[in-house]
C-alpha cells in the first residue's frame, strides 16, 4: 500500500515528458532530480519511514500542534514528546543491551572474584548456563546488579559503560550496540525538536547507563534521559576530591506504573506525544493520552524478522501483550516495522569504530 | 568599595568637559547619557549588581568560558548552572514559602478535620502556637506534609499551590511570595541563559512546589526545577481518566549531601556554576568545584536587615556557618547582599495581583 502511493505521484510527470520537445524534457528531468527543498517544496522530515497511516498521522499531528492560531496549537513549553528506550529507539534482542553489558562485565570481574565459580547466579553466567541464571531470579538480578553497578564512583561507571560501548559487538549484527537505533525514529526525533518539541527518553533502564551514549546517538542530553536509579553516597574526603560512590540500593524503577510517576517526578509536565513498544510502556500512554488538547501515542511492533527481530506477546523482553489490544482499542497508531520502516539502522558510522 | 569604584570612572570625563567648548561639551553630554548598547558597547548584562569583586568574578567567568578558542572555553552542552532556590533566588525568612503554603493549608482544611483542635502539631498550627508545632519535631513535620502536600492528584496539588500564591501575602512585604525574588539573580540567571547555559534549581524544597512558579518567576521549566519529592501512584480507573496520586511518603531529600545525588540523578552532569546561600548547599559547591576546569562557586550572605534580613550563622532558617568557612577558605565568592546588590527585589508587577 505504501509504495502504491508512492508511485501513484509519478504517471502524471511521464505523461508530460512524452508530450513535450526533448531539450524540456531534459530541463524537466533535471528539475525532477532536484530535491524537493530547492524547489521551494518542504523537505520530507521522514524519509525512512514509507508512506502510510501513521506516517501521515504524524507528520499531520507535528503540522496541527505547531500551527499558529490554529485549534490544535500546542504553545512551545508544552511540546513535550517521550519515548521508551530498548526496543522503540535501538534493539531490545536477544537480551537488553545493558544486560549484555551486565554479563560481560561479570566475566571481565570473575577473576577477581575466585568465589562465583561456586556461587550463582555469578557461576550460570561465566559458564554461559541461562538456565542457572534464570534460576536465581529476581534475586539473581539484583546481585548480578550490585557486582556489575555499584561499589565504583559515577565517572568510573560511565567510563566503563563507554569503553565497553566501544568495543562489544551487538551478537547476530556484529556492530556496536549503540549504532543498532532506528533511524526512522532518529529522523522523528529530530523532526520534533524542529518543530520546538523537547524530546526525551523514560525508560525502565538505568538512566546512568543510557547517558553515556544517549546524546551521541539520539541527540538526547542526559537531563532528559529519564530512567530507572541506584541511590548513590556523597563522600567528601578531606584534601581529596569528592566523589559520588554508586550504591548497590535501587532507589526508583522508571517501568510500568512507574514510567508516569517517573515523568512527573523528572519531567514535570504531561507530555503530548508518547512512543513505546511494550507493556511496560502501556501507564505511560495511558497518561499521556489523559491530558486535554491534541495527543499522539504509538507503538513499536516488532514485525520484521528478516532484517531486524519479530515478536509482541509471547516475548520474554518486550513482550507486548494488554499494550496491542489496547492501542487497537483507543485507536492509537502501530508501526507495523517490516511495513512501515523502509531502513532499519542507519549506516555503521565509518564502516566501523 | 563597590562605589568607590564606580565613581573613579568619572573624573577624566569631568576634567575633559571644562576643556571643551560649550557646545561639543553638549554634545559630549549627550553622548555619555546614551546607554552603552548604543554606542556599540555591551550594554552591563548586571545592572542590579553593584561593581566589585563578585560582579566582576562573574562577569569575567562567563566571558572565558564562553570564549571559543581561549584556554577556559566550555562547550555548549557542559554549560550546567545550579542555584539553591530558598534564600538563594528568593526570600526564605522569616519561614520557607512552602511552609507558609503548608501552615495556610492546614487552617484551611481545619473546618473539615474537627479532631485537629486536641491533636498536635495541628493544635499549635492552627492557634499559632509555634512552640507546641516545634515540640512535635520531625514527625510532626511529616504529619503537616501528609496532610497538606498527599491525597490529592498532582494536578490538584498544582492548582492548590497556584491558587495560593494568588491570594497569600509575606507577612512583612505584603507582597505575593512569588515576587520576592531577587532581581539580580534574575539577571544572573538571564545572562547565563543568553551566553548558552543551562540553568536548574536544585533545592531542598519540593519540585512540584516550585514547578507551579518557577518557569514564570525564574524562566525555569519543571524539569530544570530539581528538588525533594514524595511518592506518586498511578490510578487508571476503567473508563475514568488516569491519575497521579501523591502519597504520604517522601521519597528523595534534595538537601546537603542529597544535592549532588539529585544533581546525578536529575541532571546527569556535573555544573560549572553553583549558587547557594546555606550549609545545605555546601556539598553542591563542593561537588561542582570538584570538577576539572574553570568553575564559579558562589554564596549568597544574608546581610541587609533594612532591605531584606540579615542572618548566617545562627539562623534557624538557613544558616549558613561551615559553608562560610569554607567559601573564605577556598576563595569561593561570597556575595554581600547589602554591598552587593543595588535592588533587592523587582518591582511587583503591575502594582498588585
Redesign the interface.
Known sequence: MARLAARSRRPPLLGLLTAVPLLAAVALLAIVALPAAALGQPADPLPSWREGAVKRALVDFVGRVTREGGPDFVPL?ERVAVFDNDGTLWTEQPVYVQAAFALDRIRALAPEHPEWTHTQPFRGVIEGDGHAVAAAGEKGVVQILAATHAGMT?DAFGQLVGDWLQTARHPRFDRPYDTLVYQPMLELLGHLRASGF?T?IVSGGG??FM?VFA?RAYGI?????VGS?G????E?KAGG????VKEPTI??VDDG??K??GI??????RPILAFGNSDGDL?ML??T??GAGPRFLGLVQHTDAEREYAYDRQSRVGRLDRALDEAAGRGWSIVDMSRDWAVIFPPVPGGER
Open positions: 513549553a559515577t523537547k526525551f538512566a546512568e547517558r546524546e542530553p542526559p537531563e532528559q534521559a536509579s541511590a548513590t553516597r556523597f567528601a576530591m569528592p566523589a559520588l532507589e526508583f506504573p512507574g508516569p510517576s512527573n517526578r523528572f519531567i514535570g509536565r501507564q495511558e497518561w493520552a489523559g
